[in-house]
């Protein structure tokens, strides 16, 4: 027990008296007094039977038969696997090595790998099952999923019922992958529509491929679950429990490695319970440039992004994402009087070993700083983790040979009020980028109704009417048979009062996705404006026989139907 508490202190405060001093007594660095906390410490926890290192470091044997290789790795900050550099802010739970630890290695291996006489620690107690304890709900994948033993990675998402009969209030979520020598990272997201549901292939279940999930499935509550080996769970902190409806989907996006031979996995999510109900919710921010374009060949491409804060937050965690073009990573801070504040730094990112890392003290940001990030991308032939041979033009998609730029901030506003209002300001800083990336697309391509939709859609959130007008019009004359380009244009002239173009656009939908209850609940409502009692009753129920569910179209039903009684 004693040594699981220094574990922990050694984890959280890399560095420890005994560590750094031991050996620099002018002494030899024995196994036995130096070589073997670091190693306990720090390696040890994914290098024994079970976890995800392919050999065991447990034993004086096991470390001096790769001594070699792990003075190498260790010295390369290869192992053990920690992207972020130490900088001004603490990482909860760092496991890195500090530079005295990997001299001590050097030192050890230098002078003939000695073992020295006196005790030796002994190795960390490991909590075998659920590492936050018994969980209160379980939930597991209903049948194994096989993973194909040759070929690249797979993303695979499984979408699995939470069942809960009332809502509950969870504090914490902790992932069990089932097989933990192919996981190489995890997303825990949630769905409550349902649509996740029907992507799930029907022909190879369980779940389905892909790196993109449906807008429908996201973390809740501003967590960030996120899973990688070695990855150490926590609680949320007081007040900040988040609430989990009936019907909702488990949506869990897994990144795989595939071995050589044929991999079985079943993973199962553990949830953990509170009375207490959230007093606060922390709002997930995700700066996430959507412009790149980076030529072949380019060795220092650069792309950014920026947000101004509207109101005090507090930065809980930060996670970073992009493929494997992606060398140099920041994020920071500008605070109102200037001063310039370093969140995170990865000199050298590896695809296969992203998180997200949690501050070890919450940052604190007054309103009107600014939010930044800057990630540099190596897409010659020289950077190692290229996919493409010959190097070619990557811009921004979803696929592994595509790019991302995206940095997430966990952050806590102070209260409800100021989280809605920087909600509702962040909305409008993605709809820019949005529009800027689709502008971009359909300069490059005239023709590309989806881009023309997506900016048109996000121009009339941004309530910029004629450029929003000018490209659902395009859209639909360049793609007759696109569903959502008329949907968004009918939605753009029903705001407008413009009836007859909005009703043409509504029936334009239903003939082309007879399943669009939207349509038909907005055909409805046109109807009604006109005082067309009938017309609007037939399209309002056609709307309730597609979706039962659609509270706005039940509520202007009553409406029609409260009215013709009064008539009669
Ligand atoms: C978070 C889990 C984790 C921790 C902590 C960890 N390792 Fe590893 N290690 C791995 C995995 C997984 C591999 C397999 C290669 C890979 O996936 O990158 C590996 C591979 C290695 C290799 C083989 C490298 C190669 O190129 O094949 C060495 C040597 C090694 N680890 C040493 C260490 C040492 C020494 C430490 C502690 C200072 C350590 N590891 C800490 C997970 C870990």
């Known amino acids: 027990m004693r040594f699981l508490i220094f574990a922990i202190l050694c984890s959280a405060w890399s560095g420890t008296a005994r560590e750094v001093t031991a050996g620099e007594d002018g002494n030899a660095p024995t196994f036995n007094r130096d070589i073997a906390p670091i190693v306990f410490n720090h390696c040890s926890g994914c290098h024994r039977p079970g976890q995800s290192a392919p050999f065991n470091l447990l034993t004086y044997a096991d470390v001096t038969k790769r001594a070699k290789q792990i003075r190498e790795v260790v010295e390369k900050r290869i192992m053990p696997p920690w992207l972020p550099e130490k900088g ?54 209903s049948q194994p ?28 979520v902790e992932l069990s992958p089932g097989n933990s020598k192919v996981v190489h990272h995890a997303f825990i997201n949630i769905d409550t529509t349902g649509y996740s549901r029907k992507r799930v292939d029907k022909d190879e279940p369980p779940g389905f491929d892909g790196m993109a999930l449906p807008e429908t499935a996201a973390m809740p509550g501003g967590q960030s679950l996120s899973w990688q080996p070695g990855k150490m769970h926590s609680f949320a902190g007081p007040g900040l429990a988040w609430a989990l409806e009936p019907k909702t989907d488990l949506v869990l996006q897994l990144h795989l490695h595939p071995t050589g031979k044929p991999e079985t996995l079943q993973p199962s999510v553990g949830f953990f319970f509170t009375d207490e109900p959230p007093t606060n919710t922390p709002f997930r921010l995700n700066l996430n440039p959507l412009n790149l374009d980076i030529p072949a060949e380019a060795k220092d491409y650069v792309v950014e992004d920026r947000y101004v804060v509207p109101v005090d937050i507090r930065l809980l965690s930060v996670l970073p994402h992009a493929h494997y ?45 600014t939010l930044a990030m800057k990630f540099t991308y190596d897409n010659s032939t020289g950077n190692p983790h290229n996919p493409n041979h010959p190097p070619k033009r ?42 800027e990336y689709n502008e971009a697309v359909v300069k490059e391509n005239p023709n590309d109704a989806e881009a023309h939709t997506r900016a048109g859609r996000d121009q009339i959130f941004l309530k910029q009417v004629p450029q929003a007008m000018a490209h659902l019009e395009t859209a639909v004359r360049v793609a007759p048979d696109y569903d959502r380009a008329w949907y968004e244009l ?57 979706n039962p569910q659609d509270a706005v179209a039940r509520q202007n039903l009553d409406l029609v139907l409260n009215a013709k009684a009064r008539k009669r």
């Open 394 to 435: 990557v811009r921004y998609g979803l696929q592994t040979t595509d790019e991302m730029a995206e940095l997430w901030f966990q952050v806590l506003p102070r209260n409800l009020t100021e989280r809605n209002l920087l909600g509702a300001d962040f909305a409008k800083h993605l709809a820019n980028l949005t529009v």
């Open 490 to 546: 009918g939605y753009l002239n029903l705001g407008l009062d413009r009836l007859p173009e909005a009703q043409h656009a509504f029936e334009s939908v239903v003939r082309l996705n007879p399943l669009d209850y939207q349509a038909e609940g907005n055909l409805g409502n046109i109807c009604m404006r006109r005082g067309d009692l009938e017309g609007a009753e037939s399209h309002l129920r056609a709307a309730l026989r597609i």
């Open 145 to 172: 999923y096989v993973l194909k033993p040759e070929g690249k990675d797979v993303y695979r998402n499984f979408v699995i019922p939470i069942p809960v009969s009332a809502r509950k209030f969870v504090k914490g």
């Open 325 to 369: 073009l992606a060398r140099r990573m920041e994020g920071y801070a500008v605070l109102p009087d200037g001063t310039r504040k370093d969140l995170l730094l990865i000199k050298d990112w590896d695809f296969n070993w992203q998180g997200d890392y949690q501050y070890a003290i919450p940052v604190e940001l007054p309103r009107g700083s």
């Open 88 to 141: 001004s802010v603490p990482f909860a739970n760092d496991r890195s090595l500090s530079s005295q630890q990997i001299s001590l290695i050097r030192r050890w291996v230098e002078n003939g790998l000695q073992e020295g006489v006196g005790a030796r620690p002994e190795l960390p107690h490991w909590n075998e099952g659920w590492q936050l304890g018994t969980p209160d709900l379980i939930v597991k994948l």
